[in-house]
């Protein structure tokens, strides 16, 4: 089977308007992400940089244009995420409680840029565990940003602020006898603060998690007993771009999962001359210098999983993938045990 994760950018200015800009059938965005999963055919899709709403409206019309494109999800997932969820505090210090950055994660609004299963297999969803609410104060060993030998922004700040800058979700698929556990996440880009490194701490502890997670370590969570898959945005590469590199490098090297390091020719096509990392391996197409192209879209099966395929959606040439979004749709065919 096949399972992929891709932050789509669908994410638009207000609420509602990715559900108008779908059921109008003619945006030229939307039209090319549906191409690009359509094309890939995911068994078992982790998206983000989708607008949540209540009802899912929009991610069932989302649904509903993938199955007009011959690729049927009839089953659906959607959290409520902390990206844009207001709390009234002050979170990145520049004296305001009403801007972007003065929620539980970065959002225009309460829902957006939020993330969804889509799934070929049944959800189990009673056996979602959704850690989104979990504060980073109460996270093991948690680092929180200081400056001037003092919190920042400040301690009210931390009596309520989640770890989660989007969502941390553990959901249980059945795939016929077999129960697969796909942990997804959305972790913040570590950049955007000042000398506190507020947003490369956070980002590195996002990423840490899910190792805690797996040895047990977060309170009133229970690891998978069997196979699962990690998948989402981590927003950091191993070796370039900026970020506690350490952190994702920790956790490729967890033997509990693996890595199949998946490769695309566009991402060897357009290599930074500057960058130390594979450029194969690259799975987001930033402006160059800003930082330029990276791997932090990643799959990754636990070691009990035999990996028969992998890739990046990035052709050499042009393709929906250039106009769908920044980042690739990542895919790993997988055989469950």
């Known amino acids: 089977m096949r399972v ?6 669908l994410s638009r200015k207000g609420p509602g308007v990715l559900l108008r800009d779908i059921r109008k059938g003619d945006d030229p965005q939307i039209l090319a992400v549906v191409d690009v999963i359509a094309g890939a055919r995911p068994d078992i899709l982790a998206l983000q940089g989708v607008d949540w709403d209540h009802d899912r409206a929009a991610l069932k019309a989302l649904a509903g244009a993938l199955a007009e494109a011959g690729l049927s999800y009839p089953h659906l997932l959607a959290l409520r995420p902390n990206s844009g969820m207001r709390t009234g505090l002050d979170h990145d210090g ?9 929620a539980q994660g970065f959002g225009r609004f309460p829902g957006a840029e939020g993330m ?10 009673d056996g979602v565990q ?22 920042f922004p400040s301690q ?7 770890l989660s800058s989007v969502g941390h979700w553990a959901v249980p698929v059945r795939v016929g006898d077999t129960r697969l556990t796909v942990m997804t996440f959305h972790a913040t880009p570590p950049v955007f603060d000042g000398p506190e490194d507020r947003n490369g701490l956070r980002n590195a502890a996002e990423i840490g998690l899910w190792s805690l997670f797996l040895d047990g370590a977060i309170p009133g969570a229970d690891p998978p007993d069997g196979a699962f898959v990690i998948m989402g945005d981590a927003n950091l590469d191993p070796v370039d771009g900026d970020g506690r590199k350490p952190a994702i490098r920790a956790l490729l090297a967890d033997p509990r999962l693996q890595d199949p390091r998946p490769e695309s020719a566009g991402g060897r096509a357009h290599a930074d001359a500057d960058h130390r990392g594979p450029p194969e391996r690259d799975t987001v197409d930033w402006p160059d210098g800003q930082p330029g192209n990276l791997r932090v879209d990643y799959v990754l099966p636990s070691a009990d999983l035999r990996v028969l395929d992998a890739g990046v959606v990035w052709p050499e040439g042009e393709s929906a993938a250039s106009h769908a979004s920044r980042h690739r749709l990542v895919w790993v065919d997988i055989a469950l045990p």
């Open 4 to 9: 992929a994760t891709f932050n789509s950018e």
């Open 116 to 125: 969804a299963i889509l799934s070929r297999h049944p959800i189990d969803r």
């Open 156 to 162: 009210a700040v931390y009596a309520i602020q989640r």
């Open 94 to 102: 520049d004296g305001r409680t009403d801007g972007w950055r003065d």
């Open 130 to 151: 959704d850690f989104s609410d979990l504060l980073w104060a109460d996270l093991p060993g948690a680092v929180l940003p200081e400056r001037d030998g003092a919190l």
